[in-house]
């Protein structure tokens, strides 16, 4: 596949924290790849380390992370033509390089709305400061800019909510706000970090269904990082399943949800309670609890908590095998499938 | 369902208000409704489930019941032994007395420990309270209730920061099982923790209640745990209850507006299943301004005229027990 | 058998049993400053009650030797009226050291109970309490010791002891009262209501335990905060009568501007003194903190 499709391409992304002089390694040798236009869903549990690849790829993490990848490919298509990014090689993370990309190019939305916006400016001065930072726009034109995106994303009254706080908002339309503030310079690929799980069920379906809007409509390419498997089904064209800092299962929707093969995922996808279960019928239980990611035994992370763990998966880490294009497992019950990178 | 079922707590018209005050001398400017004339029974053996969005008091409800919030009026009826007796009119004996009947669980079990205390420590206390003297009396009653929970012995003696949230979660339910409650009041006790974790502690408080017949209000944010745990579900939509049903019936044949669309909104991990969205507009309106006759008018897609000035009550529509607070259905009953 | 098995849950699993104290230890004497602090602090306290419980001789003029330099006879030399400096500094700081410790481990005592109940309680008993506060704070410490002074005729230790832990409890009740108030929401004190726990057995039971380390903390920095006052306060001469020697009173005899220029073992060794004790305090103190509050880090 060339440049053009694929607009994010991650090779053996490795993040260290260290603390209280240990090193603990939160992501292991992650790889994946965002097709262009498409959604990718990264699902796991807390802790997991899907948030830190997602911020070691924009670079967010603070001086105690060490980031290493052979490669973060990151290729932008400006009117036709592919412009290659290759992110592990800027030195600073907050410098010229990185600054440039994040907002025209890429931009995330964060967790918590709450939090995200600061309580002392207006919401439309807030939208429009990436626009008058990265494209020099006069203040009446960004205005005009807000206001526009402000309608797109259903923000009632614009006018009027322009000049509003963001105490003045409540929980869903400040989410709104801060995609409004992510997709003001046009990027191609939003990162998504649990946008509504502190909101409402109901919120939650009309943000989902903005957010699916603009993948759709507006060609956008996402990534949503989530723990909801529900939503994953509902949003994603691929699924990229982590477990313990390493991606287990990669695939397509199909792939992971038809064929679920890594008995992670099967379980996670069997433990959660689903709308109209059958009366009696129980969920299953992933017995245990995750692993402290500082000491790790040999082997699959998952192995302790595995109904079909054997004596090799204790003994080195697991590679990973393809066992249809595509789709990417990391278990030794496919070993007779070919590995790869 | 003929089977006469035992009540044991019988809710008539709970408000429970939170006053607003303003200036220096806390002048009542307002009310928040929290929890708004509410009338509900509890089974004896039951799991009833209670949700809602935030800010719908379920909450609120939950610890009322519980006499950890004041109730503004209204009566909170408990059955010892056959004869009700309300519950906010105890004094201070009785109310310590109640203690042992109804216990609760609560949504954070990162802070539902004292840090600063070995597990041991907040074990050994309610037991001290209630009056358990003697030591060997009180290891036997957490040695029993550690056993219900699959937590070892041996973990009594650590501190709270040692645990996972599903450990803790367990140590919780444990700790209020000390004083063998009949009713257990569950305030999101899985929302805290992580997915694979949740249906651990699900199935768990499902195999405790049968041991111990306890009686369950489960309350939480999520409809699909709910419809899992529950026998009944109560729906709540700011501060009122607009839909009782059982859990299968709920599902079935959704009759509030509300809960169709809360049913719809919830995303099903399966890619087969298309269903149609039904996206409801606008957000949860501030429990201080509520809108006038029904709550949910201005987001209700089969709104009608009446709906924006009468308050509709609560009539039984379809199958026994199910209970709905909405026009379209006191219309029916009064033309039918 | 089984009653064997149960009654020693306690005693069966020491061996599992972790220890928060061992741990915290373990992570102050990793501070060397405060490791340095608490070793400047033992050993200048001990110093002091040597000196007393040996009798120094801090208080016989010697007309001799007025104003004498420091020698082998006397280590700091001797004050205006030749009284030997070595011991009054030892002697003066018995006092001052008991004045800080004291004034602050009382005014901590009343702030924590006072700022319990308000915090707790919340709503009137609450407004009461902080307006109480409030008047206490708005009257200067200096004008309050000279209206004590006025009304007994008399200065005093124990005059000065008064006013400090009138004038002191403050800080430590708004702090306790703050965290009180956050503390009360937690779901660990709802569960203590929800098992029909007592209101005292609450507060001082359950919550206070968690707010220990801050009043700890603050209270090493204010046995600091308190000997310095004590030494401005006799230094302008309405501390501790004159012939109670404290580190503030030591200092007096250097009022003059002769005695600043011409003799300055006279104020340098109390001065010394004082800021090597109150350095050492803070540095004890900002290492408590450290390991006691983790969110200060």
Known sequence: MDTKEIILDVKNLNTTFVSDRKEVRIVKNVSFQVKRGTALAVVGESGCGKSVTMNSIMRFLGKNAKIEADSIQYNALRDGKVTEYHLEQIKNPNGPEMRALRGPDMSMVFQDPMSSLNPVYKVGDQVAEGLIQHTGMKKKEAREKVLEMFRKLGIPDPEERIDCYPHQFSGGMKQRVVIAIAMICNPELIICDEPTTALDVTIQAQIMELLKDLQVKEGKSIVLITHNMGLVAEMADEVCVMYMGRVVEFGSLEDVFDRTSHPYTKALLRSVPVLGLADGQKLETIPGSTPNPANLKPGCEFADRCPECTAACREKDIPTFEISPGHRVRCLKYKNFPEVE | MNEKREVIFKIENLKTWFPITKGAFKKVVGHVKAVDDVSLEVYRGETLGIVGESGCGKSTFGKTIMMLEKATGGKVLFNYGGEFKDVTKFNKDEMFQFRRKVQMVFQDPYSALNPQKKIYTSFEEPLKVHGVKNQADREAVMQKVLKMVNIQPDYLMRYPHEFSGGQRQRLCIARALEVMPEVLICDEPVSALDVSIQAQVLNLMKDIQKEMNLTYLFIAHDLSVVQYMSDRIVVMYLGKIVEIADSRALYDEPLHPYTKALLSAIPVPDIHKTKKRQILEGEVPSPIHKPSGCAFHNRCPNCMEICKTVDPAMVHHGAEGHMVACHLYTQNEKQG | ?297
């Open chain 3, 1 to 297: 058998m089984s009653n064997t098995t149960t009654t020693s849950i306690k005693a069966q699993n020491k061996s599992a049993s972790s220890s928060l104290l061992k741990k915290n230890i373990r992570k102050f004497l990793n501070n060397k400053l405060a490791v340095f602090g608490l070793i400047v602090v033992v050993f200048m306290t001990l110093a002091c009650i040597a000196g007393a419980i040996f009798q120094v001789d801090y208080a016989t003029p010697n007309l001799t030797s007025m104003k004498a330099a420091p020698d082998s006879a006397h280590w700091f030399g001797t004050d205006t009226i030749g009284r030997d400096l070595y011991a009054r500094v030892l002697f003066g700081g018995c006092y001052s050291i008991l004045i800080g410790v004291f004034c602050a481990v009382l005014s901590s005592v009343i702030g924590a109970v006072l700022g319990a109940i308000a915090g707790y309680f919340g709503g009137k008993v609450d407004a009461v309490i902080v307006r109480i506060s409030e008047v206490f704070q708005a009257f200067p410490q200096l004008v309050l010791v000279m209206m004590l002074v006025a009304i007994l005729n008399k200065r005093g230790l124990g005059n000065l002891l008064f006013i400090f832990v009138v004038t002191g409890w403050m800080t430590t009740f708004r702090m306790v009262r703050n965290e009180f108030m956050s503390l009360k929401g937690e779901t660990y004190v709802k569960v203590c209501e929800a098992f029909g726990m007592k209101r005292s057995n609450i507060m001082f039971n359950q919550i206070l335990p968690n707010v220990m380390s801050p009043i700890i903390v603050s209270t090493t920095t204010n046995v600091a905060f308190f000997i310095l006052q004590e030494a401005s306060l006799s230094f302008i001469g309405l501390g501790v009568a004159d012939s109670t020697p404290t580190w503030g009173n030591i200092l007096n005899a250097a009022k003059s501007v002769s005695v600043v220029t011409n003799q300055w073992w006279i104020w340098v060794f109390p001065g010394l003194a004082i800021s090597l004790f109150v350095l050492a305090i803070n540095f004890l103190g900002d290492g408590l903190r450290d390991v006691l509050d983790p969110k200060q880090q």
